[in-house]
């Protein structure tokens, strides 16, 4: 029981049996649903899932109103979130079911041609990509504050339908805590929520200079440890020396790698 608090207590399982009804009444409207569940004390747990959720934390302008979002967020109150190219639509259940509204720009098509020559060579498979199965220095450039792939607050814009959206509601924060649950199990989402194609990232040994690729992707930045330390969380492992082979795969003829420099 939660004395303390100057609001009426709302119990989680309660909050939980009106956003499960909340959802009913949708689907029998015939609108599609795709919860946000969570399960475990994470949020996210995979690469892109907590790459997302740790982007949107580190920028000051967020970072005193997202917590309001992570009971939220796990509590199942996040009904239905739907990733479409540019922007992110959800129904969230609070005193009533509010529609949030968010949009994203696309990564700028500089940027991007940046990114993919940084980690030309770096990634060599769609699945490896997805999996988050890349080196550290690809890690970072993917992360890289404001110029990476996660998108900056002045390129998050959002809207709810309670009165009290002003600046970030919670059910603002519990949808963009959600996007990074959502992107644990489908994080080709990103891609197409900033407009991008992943494939750009695969390969293309000999584009560019590649940052340092590190060897056969294995398993070095899966899980909880796999985010860099630009996130404060140190590598469960390091820049190991890469394998001749691949240094050598890696490397590109003088020629091309000058297509890479604007
Ligand atoms: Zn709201």
């Known amino acids: ?22 959802m009913q009444k949708l689907r ?33 302008d967020f970072a005193n109103r997202l917590p309001r979002g992570r009971t939220y967020v796990r509590n199942g109150s ?12 959800a129904i969230v259940s609070g ?15 500089r940027q991007w041609s940046s990114i993919c020559c940084d980690c030309a060579g770096g990634i060599d498979s769609l699945v490896e990509l997805l999996q988050g199965r890349f080196s550290k220095g690809v ?7 404001r110029t990476g792939l996660f998108p900056a607050p002045a390129e998050i814009k ?27 199990d489908k994080p080709e989402l990103l891609f197409k929520l900033r407009q991008v194609d992943e494939k750009d990232l695969i390969a293309r040994a000999g584009a560019g200079v590649p940052l340092s690729k590190t060897g056969p992707a294995a398993e070095k930045v899966l899980g909880a440890e796999g985010l860099p330390e630009m996130f404060g969380i140190e590598m469960a492992e ?23 420099r604007k």
């Not at 989680?12 to 499960?20: E, F, I, L």
């Not at 979130?81 to 639509?89: C, D, E, R, S, Y």
């Not at 490397?251 to 000058?258: E, F, G, H, L, Q």
């Open 238 to 260: 390091s820049a190991a020396p890469p394998p001749a082979r691949t240094r050598k795969k890696a490397r590109a003829p003088r020629s091309k790698r000058r297509q890479c």
């Open 1 to 22: 029981m939660s004395y303390f608090m100057w609001r009426p207590y709302v119990s989680v399982a309660a909050r939980r049996r009106k956003a499960a009804a909340g």
């Open 78 to 89: 996040v009904v239905d979130l739907q990733i479409a190219p540019g922007g992110v639509k």
């Open 95 to 109: 005193s009533e079911m509010y529609k949030v509204a968010v949009t994203v720009a696309g990564v700028p098509k």
């Open 139 to 145: 890690m970072e450039r993917i992360c890289r504050d």
């Open 158 to 184: 959002f809207s709810c339908s309670c009165p009290d959206w002003a600046y970030m509601c919670k059910h603002v924060a519990a949808v963009l805590y959600g996007i990074g649950a959502r992107l644990d």
């Open 28 to 60: 029998k409207k015939g609108h599609p649903v795709s919860p946000v569940v969570i399960e475990g004390r994470e949020i996210a747990s995979t690469f892109w899932g907590r790459a997302w959720c740790e982007n949107l934390e580190r920028y000051s």
